[in-house]
């Protein structure tokens, strides 16, 4: 056990997948893996284990923003040896060309800050995905036929923005999409010499101001869910 993760020695897959909302893995959990187990409720934020064709896996919710996702990866890999993170939730569009369910492959995420910006001083690290799993999921992806885009996204440390000088430049850049840990999680994956993915479904678009109904949420994140279990495992 640790802090806040109450698992015991043996409860916790080599695969983890993250999705934010504790309530999102285990809707992941009973609807994907077989013979899925609550291994962990501390403070709510849940996690559940069982196997998807035959292989372990470990669903654990991360909270919102990268310091509660540090808190959970970090534990996850010194604790429990995890080998493969892969973050899965919900996005902003931020091109024109990204449309509501499509799915966004996070090759790389930049940020203006995160938990590990202390570390690097005046570096500007560029935090990336591992890019087998990228491959495999990009591969998955077009085998089950989701429009899918692999680029870059940008990790957030606010939700309620007021930098629209910061969003112009990053569509600008070519940004494809905003969320708030992938950014976090790629770091501390480089940094303990793990693997690591962010498979994103856009559900809402900050330029079109479109926004995926709740009644479609569930039929688009199990794509997505799909896409990253076949990645670990492909």
Known sequence: M???????DGDIAPTVLMPGDPYRAKWAAETFLDDARLVNEVRGMLGFTGTWQGHPVTIQGSGMGMPSLSIYANELIKDYDVQTLIRIGSCGGMQDHVGIRDVILAMTASTVSTPSRGIFKELQYAPCADYGLLAAAHTAARAKGTTTHVGGIYSSDVFYDERPDLNEQMVRHG??????????????????????LAVLTVSDHLITHEALPAEDRERSFGDMVEIALQAAFG
Not at 184 to 192: D, P, V
């Open 2 to 8: 640790t802090i806040h993760i109450g698992a015991k």
């Open 175 to 196: 940004i494809l999409g905003v969320e708030m840990e992938a950014a976090e999680l790629y770091t501390l994956a480089a940094r303990y010499g793990r693997r690591a």
